[in-house]
């Protein structure tokens, strides 16, 4: 990867829905070679996908939480359960695995805290192997670039 992958990346990042000759003007190339490169980006995984960024707000989904999952234990069924059943979970929209303790860092959104109540107490504390489970309220967000 060179100079003017990374300025295609940082392109494609800022505006993924650019078409291929507006990105080739913006990294100073000429159709073709630049279109070969995007290819080979996404070919080689350095590009996974190109998605919507939603307004959560817009969607009523207002309320966010960090939560910290600490396990009970390692075994790794019951780690590869609980990661699986995260995934499933259309209120998770980020999860880490972590080193330490916790285990597991989780993005939360739901409509109000009542919303958020009902998914900790009826979903995530009561999957197997879950020891502790802690929750910050974001206050705001001060640089999202995911």
């Known amino acids: 990867m060179d100079s003017v992958d990374r300025k295609i990346i940082a392109e494609l990042q800022r505006d993924g829905r650019l078409t291929v000759t507006e990105l080739a003007a913006r990294v100073r190339l000429s159709v073709s070679p630049c279109h070969r490169r995007v290819r080979e980006l996404e070919r080689t995984g350095a590009i996974r996908g190109y998605r919507a960024v939603i307004d959560r707000s817009a969607l009523g989904l207002d309320f966010e939480a960090l939560v910290f999952v600490s396990m009970g234990t390692t075994e790794r069924a019951v780690v590869a359960a609980f990661e699986e059943a995260i995934a499933g979970m259309p209120q998770v929209v980020q999860a880490e695995r972590l080193f330490g303790d916790p285990d597991f860092l989780l993005r939360v959104v739901t409509e109000d805290l009542a919303a958020y109540q ?7 504390a009561t999957l197997e192997g879950v020891q502790r489970v802690s929750s910050t309220i974001v206050m705001k967000h001060v640089v999202d670039r995911v």
Do not use: P
């Not at 009902?118 to 995530?124: A, G, K, S, T, V």
């Open 118 to 124: 009902r998914f900790y107490d009826e979903q995530l």
